[in-house]
């Protein structure tokens, strides 16, 4: 069944965890214009680059993860499919309809689907660090499932799996069978009808994340005022959607906002310098890791050895900081290399003039595969 590449007002597979979790809140965004955050956009370049099948364009890190995720996604392919892989359909970002006779619609687009005699594969990219769901749980996965199968006839296996290369290069493979799909039907249907039937809503963490009308629901408004303290936050603020705040309220917040992150913070910092000496004081989190900084010691050294190879004064010099990574964007653009051979020359060019930070870790929460 197609429809409109552009999902309109109705529910997509992307809202499926969150729009399970709460049932009012499909109908609550509607109308409201989309943001793009920059991480979203980092995000959407790399999806753009991997439908197009070319890098061009790319940063560095958006270079390194499309790499990733290409040899990630091969892997996969061969792995399901085996050796015989003779006439072998691939379909990228294709927008699959189901429709029912209620009038209700509701879409998936995965950002790949692999098809191959009986058996096929649908892949969802994923190219920000985050936690996402292992494919046997993933709700987004489970109906771009569901929408593939019943787009697609004569098909026994479909087979399932999140490509997400800064978190893993061996994602979890989940295999649907008749009956599997048969029971996600059901349940992707219940979920739709609860969703366009302007349900109640339920705040929290997931399903608000990416709300685009949070700043106008009193559920979320009351979730987010329940995590800081009441004497930095009035109830009359909590009870009270941003959106309809007089200018006292607004100066009220302004005025004790600093009170509430100070608290905060000081409270986050003592969690983290607790699980330093006990990794059980808070249970279910972890310390991990944070990203070491580099920092170039000997500017005019490296840009002679960056020179010898054609990158220009002026270029150089119009980056206000210097980091490393800046450096291999500019070695690249003059070089036209990429991956081990960009690593090669930008070792050589950068040599011993670098140092890197000790990396902070921080406090994260360890969350359990289902």
């Not at 409201?32 to 956009?41: C, E, G, L, T």
């Not at 106008?216 to 987010?224: D, G, H, L, R, T």
Request: net charge neutral; with cysteine; hydrophobic share 40%.
């Amino acid at each position: 069944m197609t429809g409109p590449q552009e999902r309109g007002e109705w529910t997509s597979a992307s809202n499926a965890m969150a729009d399970g979790l709460c049932i009012g809140r499909h109908r609550a965004q509607i109308g409201i214009p989309d943001k793009v955050s920059s991480d979203a956009s980092f995000g959407r370049e790399v999806h753009e680059a991997l439908a197009k099948g070319s890098s061009e364009g790319l940063t560095v890190d958006q270079e390194n993860i499309y790499e990733h995720s290409r040899a990630i996604e091969k892997k996969i392919v061969d792995f399901f499919f085996g050796e015989d892989q003779k006439n072998m359909q691939v379909v990228r970002e294709h927008r699959f309809w189901i429709h029912w006779e209620n009038g209700l619609q509701h879409s998936a687009q995965p950002d790949v689907v692999y098809r191959c005699g009986t058996k096929v594969l649908v892949l969802e990219y994923k190219t920000l660090p985050g936690d996402v769901a292992a494919a046997s749980t993933n709700m987004q996965l489970r109906d771009q499932t569901v929408c593939v199968w019943v787009n697609t006839p004569l098909v026994l296996e479909i087979a399932a799996a999140v490509v997400q290369p800064l978190i893993t290069h061996n994602p979890e493979i989940t295999i649907y069978k008749r009956l599997d799909i048969e029971r996600s039907t059901q349940e992707m249907a219940d979920r739709v009808a609860a969703s366009n039937s302007g349900g109640p809503r339920t705040a929290g963490e997931v399903q608000c994340k990416f709300c685009k009308a949070a700043m106008s629901c009193p559920e979320y408004q009351k979730f987010a005022g329940s995590m800081v303290p009441s004497a930095a936050i009035s109830p009359s603020l909590v009870d009270v959607p941003v959106i309809l705040w007089t200018p006292d309220m607004r100066k009220q917040f302004c005025d004790s906002f600093s009170v509430a992150q100070k608290w905060l913070d000081k409270v986050w910092s003592a969690m983290e310098e607790g699980a330093v000496n006990d990794p059980n004081f808070v249970p279910g989190y972890s310390l991990v890791e944070g990203t070491p900084r580099e920092k170039i010691n000997n500017l005019e050294a490296v840009f002679n050895r960056a020179s010898a190879i054609g990158v220009p004064l002026l270029e150089f010099l119009g980056k206000s900081t210097i980091s490393k990574k800046d450096i291999a964007e500019l070695v690249r653009k003059h070089t036209k290399t990429k991956g081990k051979a960009l690593e090669k020359i930008l070792d050589e060019v950068i040599g011993t003039d670098v140092s890197v930070s000790e990396a902070k870790k921080s406090l994260k929460e360890i969350k359990s595969k289902r």
